[in-house]
């Protein structure tokens, strides 16, 4: 979204809310009604652009209606777009980075990638980097790696390890600063995502072990009772 001056973006909020020269309605999900300008909307989102100068139903109506997300959310994005301000937070920042991919939204886009960031931990980090892959979030997707990497016997006990992709798994064991106590975990991390999914990944294990886990770094007792 283009940078505007605070004094505009308080004249454009308040023609909004007086209904002042608007020409298009939103209804959302919930039956409700937005009042705005197509102008407005065109100027801050491809997605509006093009759903109001195509030759769409949509840009001969004075009433449009909007289902990409729930109400609440679409009240929130209306309100960025005519203010350049809105709150993320853990409950809403998977739903808005999923609405800013559909609205072309590059800034907000950004600004949930950095809050995504910020609540890197071991627990969430597969989570995080399958999002990051879904919208091709390239900053989350390096963190989520590194911090992979270094907290390794953390993350793979986290619930969403196991729905890594098999590049994800392959890239992280290989990688020289991966942190882990011995080699014996990276296999019975392999071993655990293998499983999960056995019947699809059966034929993916060998391809892993052999090439990727360092099994000179194994212990004796580890080697003679697992592997």
Known sequence: MASYPK???TSLQKMRDNELMTDVTLKLPDDSTISCHKLILIA???????????GLKES?????????SDADTIRMLVEYIYSNEIEITEDNVETLVDASELLLLKDLKISCEDFFVKMLNSSNCSKLRLLGTKYDLRNLIASTFEFIALHFEDVVNSRDFDQLAEEDVLEVISDDRLVAKNEGVVFEA?????EADAEARTDVFTRMIAPRVRF?????SFLGRTV
Do not use: D, H
Request: glycine letters at 0%; a negative charge.
């Open 190 to 194: 392999v071993v655990r995502w293998v």
């Open 216 to 220: 000179p770094f194994c212990t004796e």
């Open 7 to 9: 004094t505009l973006l």
């Open 60 to 68: 001969q109506e004075q009433e449009v209606e909007l289902k990409f």
């Open 44 to 54: 801050a989102s491809p997605y509006f652009e093009t759903m109001f100068q195509s």
